[in-house]
């Protein structure tokens, strides 16, 4: 066989480059319909690190232009501004948008933003610590105090929750979620949430044993929020229920979404949320940052495994308490910004068969935490070091029995009879977070 010069092997392939430059697509540029609303300084930073892909302009370096980079960067702007578009995001409400900015914060910080590979070569596109800061700042979260009990309106219609319907990527609702076990708990000062995470017998089991990097085939995960509602008290209480999210285990069935099955219902009637099955890519991205643990940002409260995946310090109860109530169900949660604590009531099975009241047998606990940033997500909040432990047991008779243990090593308090009697009428009358 006749080897071609090399000269022309080399025109050839110049030629071929050359006709390459000629199958450009274009790459739409339009004015800004309605930017996102943020102080200039804000919108500078925004300008500098994020609008190169996700806004209606189009900024190109000279090599961006060459075939075949160009079709790459062409490609990511394109996914981007479907993503998230600064040059539109004006028109989506106030709320909406600081929610938006929370999510590109906490990609900045988990360094999935701005990509790896274009940030090689626009390294001007990396958003220094001042900043990233700043940007935090504005967004501060917790600044505003939630809002007060909502006026009594007419109340919705609840549907059956074996007739829900499901997710538009096919996936069923279980209507068993709410009888799962509690993992964790998160107060959201982006958006003025509390989140209770749940998980199935399975689940359960894999966080005791720590065995969670990955998560089980069959593990359920239900992730309940409410917003946030100051009481008289002082205290934020969860207040309107807002959705629940389901994540289901099959690394093989979902192996196109990460391993889960993915699943949102919004409101008291439970409707599906996402127009077409594709909302599925808004979860899969969102939780990218986490894919070493397995795409869950919850940091389950277990003494067994990985630093990263579980959380240790909240676990940290002692053996000798006269129950074990990070095993039994929860009923309700409640922040006390003044001291910076946490605290969510479980109940024993009596506990959980409430009627009007509690009836003999039923035991409740609450445990009160120290808050600490969620390491997993900026402006959130989760349980830390347990500062106290008050259980009530209900005897015969209604008779309320009250203990207290507290202190670092949650040891027995002598507690006086009246303040006995405040607290354990206290702790009875928080009521439940309320459900579908």
């Not at 900043?131 to 549907?159: F, I, K, M, R, V």
């Not at 308490?321 to 009596?350: C, E, F, Q």
């Amino acid at each position: 066989m006749t080897k071609l010069p090399l000269g022309k092997v080399i025109g050839a392939g110049a030629a071929v480059f050359v006709l390459l430059q000629l199958v450009r697509p274009s790459i739409p540029v339009e004015s800004a319909t309605a930017e996102v609303q943020a102080p200039p300084e804000i919108r500078r930073i925004l300008e500098k690190g994020c609008y190169s892909c996700h806004s209606n302009q189009r900024r190109l370096s000279w090599f961006d232009q060459i075939v075949p980079a160009y079709w790459l960067v062409r490609h990511d702007i394109l996914m981007a501004r479907e993503h998230l578009n600064f040059s539109t995001l004006g028109s989506a409400p106030a709320a909406t948008q600081k929610a938006v900015l929370y999510e590109a914060v906490n990609m900045v910080r988990f360094g999935e933003m701005p990509l790896r590979s274009f940030a090689a070569l626009h390294p001007e596109a990396r958003l220094t610590p001042r900043e990233l800061a700043a940007l935090e700042g504005y967004l501060a979260p917790w600044s505003t105090p939630p809002d007060g009990p909502a006026a009594a309106g007419e109340s919705p219609s609840h549907p059956s929750l074996t007739q829900v319907h499901p997710a538009p990527n096919g996936l069923p609702f279980d209507p068993a979620f709410a009888n799962w076990k509690p993992i964790s708990t998160t107060d959201r000062g982006d958006n003025s949430t509390f989140r209770l995470i749940l998980g199935n017998d399975l689940a359960v089991k894999a966080v005791q044993s720590g065995s969670i990097s990955p998560w089980p085939d069959g593990a359920r995960l239900a992730k309940i929020a409410w917003q946030q509602e100051l009481g008289p008290d002082g205290l934020v209480h969860p207040g309107k229920f807002v959705q629940v999210e389901l994540m289901v285990k099959d690394a093989q069935r979902y192996k196109a979404t990460e391993g889960w099955g993915w699943g949102r219902w919004r409101g008291l009637d439970l409707t599906p949320y996402g127009k077409d099955a594709k909302f599925v890519n808004e979860c899969t991205e969102c939780h990218q940052p986490m894919r070493g643990n397995d795409f869950v940002y919850t940091l389950a409260v277990s003494r067994n495994g990985p630093n990263d995946a579980v959380n240790r310090a909240a676990a940290a109860l002692p053996d000798g308490l006269p129950y074990r109530p990070l095993d039994w169900s929860a009923i309700t949660m409640y922040v006390d910004r003044k001291t910076r604590t946490m605290a969510t009531l479980y109940g024993n099975d009596a506990a959980m068969r409430r009627g009007p009241s509690y009836a003999e047998g039923a035991v409740l606990a609450l445990v009160t935490w120290a808050q600490r940033d969620d390491p997993h997500w900026f402006g959130a909040r989760i349980p830390d070091v347990p500062r106290s432990v008050e259980f009530v047991q209900v005897a015969a008779g209604g008779q309320l029995v009250y203990r207290r243990f507290a202190g670092a090593k949650l040891t027995g308090d002598s507690v006086e009879s009246d303040a006995a009697a405040q607290r354990a009428k206290f702790v009875v009358g928080l009521p439940p977070a309320r459900l579908p």
